[in-house]
T-cell receptor, first 115, second 115 residues
Framework: AQTVTQSQPEMSVQEAETVTLSCTYDTSESDYYLFWYKQPPSRQMILVIRQEAYKQQNATENRFSVNFQKAAKSFSLKISDSQLGDAAMYFCAYRSGDRDDKIIFGKGTRLHILP | SAVISQKPSRDICQRGTSLTIQCQVDSQVTMMFWYRQQPGQSLTLIATANQGSEATYESGFVIDKFPISRPNLTFSTLTVSNMSPEDSSIYLC????????????FGSGTRLTVV
């Protein structure tokens, strides 16, 4: 079975600095999708970025980018120019490419932004 | 992306009673899911709500405790039955189209406290 591991329960970063959140996963599949979700105190889960495993190019969305290392099964999220509104729980998630339609979440990393 | 209305947003219930949570989507979606998020934890999938048929439950979750209905492509309910304090959690509805390959949309959650 696939698993998603986020080894950093909490992280802090100074406002305007850059921070990287780690995520590793375990799978025997070659086709899959990876996501980062943000959950602020409002509880709303917000999709930050997605990556298709068959694409070598790292996904980027404005200040958010990923470092996808398929061989190492690593999918880290980089947040540049951190803002106070980035403070939230961040969840890494995995979706099988063809087996079923559900996603598996990691345990999350709580990100604090220091003013 | 779809917009989800999840009700109620919060409730305090007596043990032994039941609560039904509603998930209304503003457009037709192919997949609907129900998650539980215990305090400070990640999201755990309860079941996939199937239109017109019985839901598909994950290991550790049973229909008698969490009956689910999905009468059409835009609406689903989750009932938490015979509640105990251990059922105190956030319950989230999630939907997707295109089998989730482009991401999943979440409701704002129902915070349930059982006393």
């Amino acid at each position: 079975a696939q698993t998603v591991t986020q080894s950093q329960p909490e992280m802090s970063v100074q406002e305007a600095e850059t921070v990287t959140l780690s995520c590793t996963y375990d799978t025997s599949e070659s086709d899959y999708y990876l996501f980062w979700y943000k959950q602020p105190p409002s509880r709303q889960m917000i999709l930050v970025i997605r990556q298709e495993a068959y694409k070598q190019q790292n996904a980027t969305e404005n200040r958010f980018s990923v470092n996808f290392q398929k061989a190492a099964k690593s999918f880290s999220l980089k947040i540049s120019d951190s803002q106070l509104g980035d403070a939230a729980m961040y969840f890494c998630a995995y979706r099988s490419g063809d087996r079923d339609d559900k996603i598996i979440f990691g345990k999350g990393t709580r990100l604090h932004i220091l003013p | 992306s779809a917009v989800i209305s999840q009700k109620p947003s919060r409730d305090i219930c007596q043990r032994g009673t039941s609560l039904t949570i509603q998930c209304q989507v503003d457009s037709q979606v192919t997949m609907m899911f129900w998650y539980r998020q215990q305090p400070g934890q990640s999201l755990t999938l309860i079941a996939t709500a199937n239109q017109g048929s019985e839901a598909t439950y994950e290991s550790g979750f049973v229909i008698d405790k969490f009956p689910i209905s999905r009468p059409n492509l835009t609406f689903s309910t989750l009932t938490v039955s015979n509640m105990s304090p251990e059922d105190s959690s956030i319950y989230l509805c999630s939907v997707t189209t295109y089998r989730g390959l482009y991401g999943y949309t979440f409701g704002s959650g129902t915070r349930l406290t059982v006393v």
